[in-house]
């Protein structure tokens, strides 16, 4: 799943998309016709194109402009690509850039889990400094232990976090000199470029109704006189964001945090 995925389940929520076959397709000029647009394409300058790649990829283009049978694209389809299908909507209400802007706010604080497994563990150290990518938001702290000719990350239920600081206390002799430790912990997944790939934790219906909410509080913000059911439809997304809320999600697909013993200077 990317963000062009993502961007085309909003559309498709939002406003519509129309599905058209594709008769021919001239990359010299990034020109695509088709039969059935014929005197429709004055609706889709500025609009946006989807097409699915061989390898199940879907991808999104900019209409640059429209007329007659023809669209005019703003880069090219994939080299060595047959492209048979095309999806389309249309620039109003919302364009391509609008839509990425949408999700990519709910994106920037959605919450994912994060690992990490750069420390390792010293039996005369107890306190390590966290690595930059890592959050105070920790859920689970794990150590690579060798028993019975096996390896495996046994979870570690002696530790805290003070000031950037993780510290490990309970037997050092538990585990070997520099055995991995790995953590866990949440992290905003941050925004994502058009074609870039999403998290498979992301939960797509959240983001197509935060989404859409995000559009519609965008257009009261910039064009409330537009369109004046804009009000109605951002509440209609708000009664959406609440039914999340009551279902946990998406705090519910996070890593619950271990249970960790007291440990007393």
């Given at each position: 799943?990317?963000?062009?995925?993502?961007?085309?389940?909003?559309?498709?929520?939002?406003?519509?998309?129309e599905?058209?076959?594709?008769?021919?397709?001239?990359p010299?000029?990034?020109?695509?016709?088709s039969?059935?647009?014929?005197?429709?394409?004055?609706?889709?300058g500025?609009?946006?194109?989807?097409?699915?790649?061989?390898?199940?990829?879907?991808?999104?283009?900019?209409?640059?402009?429209?007329?007659?049978?023809?669209?005019?694209?703003?880069?090219?389809?994939?080299?060595?690509?047959?492209?048979?299908?095309?999806?389309?909507?249309?620039?109003?209400?919302?364009?391509?850039?609008?839509?990425?802007?949408?999700?990519?706010?709910?994106?920037?604080v959605y919450?994912?889990?994060?690992?990490?497994?750069?420390?390792?563990?010293?039996?005369?150290?107890?306190?390590?400094?966290?690595?930059?990518?890592?959050?105070?938001?920790?859920r689970r702290?794990?150590?690579?232990?060798?028993?019975?000719?096996?390896?495996?990350?046994?979870?570690?239920?002696?530790?805290?976090?003070d000031?950037?600081?993780?510290?490990i206390?309970?037997s050092?002799y538990?585990?070997?000199e520099?055995?991995?430790?790995?953590?866990?912990?949440v992290?905003?997944?941050?925004?994502?470029?058009?074609?870039?790939?999403?998290?498979?934790?992301?939960?797509?219906?959240?983001?197509?109704?935060?989404?859409?909410m995000?559009?519609?509080?965008?257009?009261?913000?910039k064009?409330?006189?537009?369109?004046?059911?804009?009000?109605?439809?951002?509440?209609?997304?708000?009664?959406y964001?609440?039914?999340?809320?009551?279902?946990?999600?998406?705090e519910?697909?996070?890593?619950?945090r271990?249970?960790?013993?007291?440990?007393?200077?």
């Amino acid at each position: 799943m990317n963000l062009a995925e993502l961007a085309l389940d909003l559309a498709e929520y939002a406003q519509g998309v129309e599905e058209y076959p594709v008769t021919t397709y001239n990359p010299a000029t990034l020109s695509i016709t088709s039969a059935s647009l014929s005197g429709r394409t004055g609706e889709y300058g500025g609009g946006t194109l989807w097409f699915v790649d061989s390898n199940g990829v879907i991808n999104a283009r900019t209409i640059k402009s429209a007329s007659g049978s023809s669209l005019t694209i703003d880069s090219p389809f994939p080299l060595g690509e047959t492209i048979n299908t095309i999806l389309i909507t249309p620039s109003m209400d919302f364009d391509l850039p609008a839509l990425e802007s949408a999700i990519n706010t709910v994106l920037t604080v959605y919450p994912i889990m994060g690992y990490d497994e750069s420390l390792q563990f010293h039996r005369d150290v107890h306190t390590y400094d966290l690595p930059d990518q890592v959050t105070n938001d920790i859920r689970r702290v794990e150590i690579l232990r060798h028993a019975y000719n096996c390896q495996y990350y046994e979870i570690s239920y002696y530790w805290k976090i003070d000031n950037r600081k993780l510290i490990i206390y309970g037997s050092p002799y538990r585990y070997e000199e520099l055995a991995p430790i790995r953590i866990s912990f949440v992290k905003p997944h941050g925004r994502r470029s058009i074609h870039e790939e999403i998290d498979p934790s992301v939960n797509k219906e959240y983001i197509r109704y935060m989404g859409y909410m995000n559009l519609y509080r965008n257009q009261i913000q910039k064009r409330h006189k537009d369109n004046p059911i804009a009000m109605d439809l951002f509440n209609e997304s708000k009664n959406y964001e609440q039914q999340f809320f009551n279902r946990h999600i998406p705090e519910v697909y996070l890593l619950k945090r271990d249970m960790t013993i007291p440990y007393w200077e």
